[in-house]
């Protein structure tokens, strides 16, 4: 399969501390690819730089076919390379579909228009609408998302980045906080989106990882420590030791 | 319309400006040629509340120098006017340019900061804009400048209170009109969005200070015709036009009303001004009863005067899902209610 996300030795330093070392991956379109590791692991910082966010000390980034190492996260985001946040970010005073409409409009064209409403952008709308099903808020469309819950604002998070009708979706711990109920819905969307979407995964919810995942990367101290299927995974005796097994540990 | 009348937050403002409109008649048949000026004068300020409020309360960029273009526009009169120039059309080129200009060059290095230092900077700038105007003794300097040839375009000259006023109202009724389109036009929600959330405009693959520069440019360019229509309501253009506190008054103007919503700046620039004028008339202390006033409508709400009346709004409405209705206060208010 053809790689739509490839990064070549990628570096981030804080005075002294190397949170990502030399990283190196290749994801294939259609593929979920899975981050895991312990905190502190560096795995958001990862996300920062691939989606843009941070820049990178050295390093390159090509996605779908150009180096896009340079770019800023907007001019990332244009070319569909989206991310959602551990963190939720979004916009507190407008709609739920005020957000997703916002999502899906500013990664498809600019928004230098002083006089139509925004949610009169048909294009835009539609896509929101979309991801508004398929995250099951459709009938919170007119709630301010500040006064949604917290697992709803977890999934607005997720329908954000949905609405923008991205190649390759960049997703940092969708699940963090919900509930098992919710994380379920959650899981089972993203078990729909799996081969329409590119996905890079960084979640702490192991079953969701290896129920979900076609290779999953290990990073430990900003270094990747092993990249495999989940079988090679479960099997990997340095894996089991460094990660695994602090999770059976601490269970 | 029953909907409309449900919604106090609406009909007060608009019952307002439907008796600004009368103003001019009700003068005339009283002999009252007072009130023409001195209502002209809300309406040029709350032109002025209504620009800031494209930065401050739609885009959260505590701008506190936004005297500087209501100056600006004031001098482009002014020095156009020192030279022989009377055509209004000249009046208004020279004062969306330069207006344009200086937000332009000003903006693009304020925002390179941001919370303090974006307020301390923009006061720089206007500052700046003071003392340039104080030592250009040929125009008067200090003492400000008187204007013989005042802004006339076609049939319609400036000279007269009743044609500022005219052309004032006219100029408040479309920036409040263009406020409330683009309240949800996609402009408006990029600087709405910045000012909650920077970050995810940018993520969402919107460059978000191109946003806020532009912004920052017809904040200052609609701040530049109050101006212009203020200098020639008076016939004369001064640096204290340019001063800090003209600046403050502006901010407290659109925090008293509401800010970031469509009518605040109507709103508070009536009370401000009223209320200045009618204490004014007691007592020549009349700041001491003045402040804790506004401290007082502040503490009220965070939406100001407009925040005050919905909460008489009737609240079968489906919060934010509209154009009007995204205000967090409305929210709190509902909930209140229920």
Known sequence: MASVLRTESLVKRYGALLVTDAVSLDIAEGELHAIIGPNGAGKTTLINQLSGELASDSGRVWFDGADVSVLPIHQRARRGLLRSYQITSIFDDFSVLENASFAALGARRNAFKFWAPMLSDRQARHAAEGALEATGLRQHHATAAGDLGYGERRQLELAMSLAAGPKFLLLDEPMAGMSVQESTAVIALLQRLKRQYTILLVEHDMDAVFALADRITVLVYGKVLFTGTPDEIRNHPEVRAVYLGEEEAAA | ?338
């Open chain 2, 1 to 338: 319309m029953t909907s409309l009348l449900s919604r106090p937050s609406s009909w007060v403002p608009m019952l307002v400006l439907a008796l600004l409109a009368t103003v001019p008649f009700v003068a005339q048949a009283t002999g009252q040629q007072f009130y023409v000026a001195f209502f002209a004068r809300i309406i040029i300020y709350a032109i002025a509340a209504c620009a800031l409020n494209i930065a401050l309360g739609y885009g959260g960029l505590v701008s506190f120098g936004h005297s500087l273009f209501l100056g600006l526009g004031a001098y482009a009169v002014g020095l156009a006017s020192f030279h022989e120039i009377g055509s209004g059309w000249v009046h208004l080129a020279l004062c969306l340019a330069v207006c344009a200009l200086v937000a332009l060059v000003t903006g693009a290095i304020s925002l390179r900061t941001s919370g303090i230092a974006f307020i301390m900077i923009t006061l720089a700038f206007a500052q700046m804009g003071y003392f340039l105007f104080v030592s250009l003794k040929n125009y008067g300097g200090d003492d400000g400048m008187s204007i013989a040839l005042t802004s006339r375009f076609g049939p319609v000259d400036l000279s007269s209170a009743n044609h500022v006023y005219v052309t004032g109202f006219i100029v408040l009724v479309l920036s409040i009109w263009w406020l409330a389109r683009l309240r949800v036009a996609p402009f408006g929600m990029v600087i709405r969005g910045a000012k909650q959330n920077a970050r995810r405009v940018n993520a969402a693959g919107i460059p978000v200070v191109r946003y806020q520069l532009l912004a920052y440019v017809m904040s200052g360019m609609l701040c530049g015709v109050a101006g212009l229509l203020l200098a020639n309501l008076n016939a004369f253009a001064s640096p204290s036009t340019m001063a800090w506190s003209v600046s403050g008054e502006l901010i407290v103007i659109v925090v008293i009303g509401g800010l970031g919503t469509v009518f605040g700046p109507l709103m508070g620039a009536i009370v401000f001004l009223g209320l200045e004028e009618i204490l004014k008339g007691f007592t020549d202390h009349w700041m001491v009863i003045f402040g804790p006033l506004i401290v007082i409508v502040a503490l009220l709400g965070k939406s100001g005067i407009i925040g005050l009346l919905q909460r008489f709004d009737a609240r079968s409405k489906p919060v934010a899902a509209t154009a009007e209705a995204a205000e967090p206060a409305a929210a709190a208010a509902v909930k209140g209610a229920a």
